[in-house]
T-cell receptor
């Protein structure tokens, strides 16, 4: 079974530029998550989708970050404009999202996009 | 206070050693608990869930102490391949899939 796909794997940009990341979840997974992982820290949830609706975006810096999942499958995360502190790995994860039980509804992570803002 | 706190380590142990990690969480209403493993420059992967009664999976044992709000992970007979960062993960609300990750504890197993 194919895992969560993300692209690009690496991106280097200058501050104030824009960048977009793409994620394709595991087939059939209704729930999709975007996490930010800064070096030395654990992943931090930015936004959670259930199908194409937003469930939780309380920690998304909405003045510069946006995300969409228009058809309930793949998703894009955009940063505009980027700041130095946005340097991090952006992880996408997906889960079935149908059991209502975290013990049986495992989140599977993609390989991440490593963003460097200069 | 962080929602999930872990000793960052590193824990440097010889092969065959037993090592234990603890993690504390601040929200007493937290419902579900997990340990994830993250290899260097790789994505996190679920290692094991932590049940109220404790659970064991081969060389790995997880325990939950709700009264003291901490979770533990015990690794017996450490292997070189156990070298990784171990992330303590908490679901603070039963009605959602939200996970809160600790910063991780780094384990180095030496020959």
């Amino acid at each position: 079974e194919a895992g969560v796909a993300q692209s690009p794997r690496y991106k280097i940009i200058e501050k104030r530029q824009s960048v977009a990341f793409w994620c394709n979840p595991i087939s059939g997974h209704a729930t999709l998550y975007w996490y930010q992982q800064i070096l030395g820290q654990g992943p931090k949830l930015l936004i959670q989708f259930q199908n194409n609706g937003v469930v939780d975006d309380s920690q998304l810096p909405k003045d510069r970050f946006s995300a969409e999942r228009l058809k309930g499958v793949d998703s894009t995360l955009k940063i505009q404009p980027a700041k130095l502190e946005d340097s991090a790995v952006y992880l996408c994860a997906s889960s079935l999202g149908t059991t209502g039980n975290l013990f049986t509804d495992t989140q599977y992570f993609g390989p991440g996009t490593r963003l460097t803002v200069l | 206070r962080k929602e999930v706190e872990q000793d960052p380590g590193p824990f440097n142990v010889p092969e065959g050693a037993t090592v234990a990690f603890n993690c504390t969480y601040s929200n007493s209403a937290s419902q579900s608990f997990f340990w994830y493993r993250q290899d260097c420059r790789k994505e996190p992967k679920l290692l094991m869930s932590v049940y109220s009664s404790g659970n064991e999976d081969g060389r790995f044992t997880a325990q939950l102490n709700r009264a003291s709000q901490y979770i533990s992970l015990l690794i017996r007979d450490s292997k070189l391949s156990d070298s990784a960062t171990y992330l303590c993960v908490v679901n603070p609300i039963d009605s959602s899939y939200k996970l809160i990750f600790g910063s991780g504890t780094r384990l180095l197993v030496r020959p």
